[in-house]
């Protein structure tokens, strides 16, 4: 991989803001939409600029060919499910703290990937960024002014939804050979199939969701929340894994992996800006704590990881 230039770092950044942007986003969707109809439209409308450059490229989309299975699985596994809980649980917590526990996600994977791969094994730096890590997570759950018995629940949501976004990368691997654009199509082609009947069949047997669901069907939402859903389904969902592969194709993984540490900031940040959400002492513990142990992790890894 070459050299990183300036435009590298520019697109890594934009990059990170663009991802640490949809938490803001999802709280305001949530305002006039229910987390069914956000979870749904979000894939919808991210499948349309990878599948729309797919076309303008002729590669090949392979949603439907001998693996389509493993499409499948990570398309529930690593879009809809997450985007579920995600949607739950931002609905009673501010956004930065949504930042701040998917920002969990490298030190779920690695033990995750100790577990279930044949070469990221565990070692005591990595030991030492998970404890570091989740220790911030355990003393943010600790400040009482953010998360209380109300919301709490609300935060393990968001914490195991991240948990499904690494599950989900694991099985990426099985597919890793081919193509990121038709890998992403296919598992985005697949997630919308899955959101309908899963919607339908939430909202048949919740009867709260199934009011919030129907009532998301007529066109009287605010217009800020709208703007948000849409949003987050062409930037975030859909443009982000364009930039991305861009980053990936010219710098490689450990260049992109970098975000992993300007989202939690940016998160934090653009909660404060955009909704004026409230960064106590111990919010500041959380990050330093989790950046401190994605730090750790990722100074140990430096393997290509193999599924077993």
Request: aromatic letters at 14%; glycine letters at 6%; hydrophobic letters at 55%.
């Amino acid at each position: 991989m070459k050299n990183p230039k300036p435009l590298d770092y520019i697109l890594l950044t934009v990059l990170a803001l663009i991802w640490s942007s949809a938490f803001f986003n999802i709280k305001i969707a949530t305002y006039s939409y229910g987390p069914v109809m956000i979870a749904f439209l979000r894939i919808f409308f991210g499948a349309i600029p990878v599948i729309g450059l797919c076309l303008y490229k002729k590669i090949k989309i392979e949603a439907f060919s001998k693996d389509w299975y493993w499409f499948a699985a990570i398309g529930l596994i690593n879009l809809v499910i997450p985007f579920f809980l995600i949607a739950y649980g931002v609905q009673k917590i501010q956004s930065n703290l949504a930042a701040i526990l998917m920002a969990t996600t490298p030190l779920s994977a690695t033990i995750l990937a100790h577990l279930f791969t044949d070469s990221e094994k565990i070692n005591f730096t990595k030991v030492l960024g998970v404890l570091v890590g989740f220790s911030g997570i355990v003393f943010l759950f600790s400040d009482s002014i953010l998360i209380n018995d109300n919301n709490f629940m609300s935060a393990i949501l968001i914490l195991i939804g991240s948990t499904f976004y690494v599950i989900g990368g694991l099985l990426t691997l099985k597919v890793s050979n081919k193509a990121n654009e038709n890998v992403t199509s296919s598992i985005l082609i697949w997630a919308t199939i899955f959101i309908l009947p899963i919607s339908l069949i939430l909202s048949y047997f919740n009867t709260t969701e199934s009011l919030m669901f129907i009532q998301d069907l007529h066109f009287s939402h605010r217009l800020d929340s709208t703007i948000s859903l849409i949003y987050l389904g062409t930037v975030p969902t859909g443009i982000a894994w364009l930039i991305r592969f861009r980053i990936l194709k010219n710098n490689g993984l450990v260049f992109q992996a970098q975000v992993a540490y300007l989202i939690p900031i940016f998160g934090v940040i653009l909660g404060y800006i955009f909704l004026k959400e409230l960064i106590t002492p111990k919010v500041l513990v959380a990050l330093i704590a989790v950046i401190l142990g994605i730090y750790f992790v990722k100074k140990s890894t430096k393997k290509k990881i193999t599924l077993v």
